[in-house]
């Protein structure tokens, strides 16, 4: 029976394992002043949520519903956020990823930094009747 609880995990991690990964959730600075584009190329049937959070907290969120069979972009007005630094958090029921966004001197460009990526894996338990 330990013999088939672990087959049975390890089946589960190999599957998590092939899971999108961060690579896949890109945040790029776009040519015109204060816009990101988010880049999210990962099949999705599930709400996406996207939180913009500085120093005092998430100053606003976004939530993308839908069906996206082949992942989707989305362009972010960024401009009335402006701080030194922010970041975006991007969160999915399998990945969270967050960037932690630069704005130039001039506040017209972005570097961004992948921060922090978190992968949620469900839980397989076996009980014993």
Known sequence: MTLMIAMVAFSAIQVCAQQPDESQIKIIPMEKPGILKLVHAITTYEP????????????TSDEIKGSFP???????????????????????????????????????????????AVHNY?????SRN
């Open 48 to 59: 996406v949520t996207v939180n913009f959070i500085t120093d005092e907290g998430v100053v």
């Open 70 to 116: 082949k992942g989707f972009t989305k362009r972010y007005n960024v401009g009335r956020i402006i701080e030194n630094e922010f970041r975006m958090e991007v969160v999915t029921p399998s990945l969270t990823v967050t960037y932690r966004i630069v704005p130039s001197y001039n506040g017209k460009t972005f570097t961004t930094h992948l921060e922090k």
């Open 122 to 126: 469900a839980v397989v338990v076996a």
